[in-house]
């Protein structure tokens, strides 16, 4: 298995995990980091709406934990007739971590469905030398 089949892999598995009674639309995220290490994330929802996480917010905040801060690539799956991209939140968040070339894939149950870069889904992200 390649690491870009193990990314995917990792999302369609987290994604069954996803709490999504509200909506019914699971959806999982899996990062791979600089190091090569993979975090996971899956959309948790609740009844005080919006008050839920989105699954690469979820996976975001796994990576932190865990020390790192450097995305090398990312995987959102999810089942739907077009593409799912992360929400524009979750954009700023990723770009927070990766950089304008970082490769952000989707994909449902039968594989990549679409892929872009995050400069491509978020051209005028916030940096964190903004506003200074």
């Known amino acids: 298995m390649t690491e870009t089949d193990d990314l995917l892999a990792a999302a ?8 999504a009674p509200y909506s019914k639309f699971a959806v999982g995220a ?5 190091s090569g290490a993979i975090y996971t ?9 919006p008050e839920g996480c989105c699954a690469e917010t979820s996976a975001i905040a796994a990576m932190v934990a865990a020390g790192e801060r450097d995305i ?5 799956c999810a089942e739907s007739e077009e593409p799912v ?11 927070e971590f990766g950089r304008a070339d970082t490769v952000v894939r989707a994909a449902g149950p039968r594989g990549e469905r679409a892929r872009w870069t995050l400069g491509d889904l978020l051209p005028a992200a ?4 903004d506003g200074e």
């Open 30 to 34: 899996a990062i791979r980091t600089a």
């Open 41 to 49: 994330g899956c959309n948790v929802e609740n009844a005080s709406y």
């Open 12 to 19: 369609l598995a987290v994604r069954e995990r996803a709490y």
């Open 85 to 95: 991209t992360p929400c524009g939140g979750c954009r700023q968040r990723l770009a």
């Open 72 to 76: 090398a690539e990312v995987v959102v």
């Open 126 to 129: 916030f940096s964190l030398g």
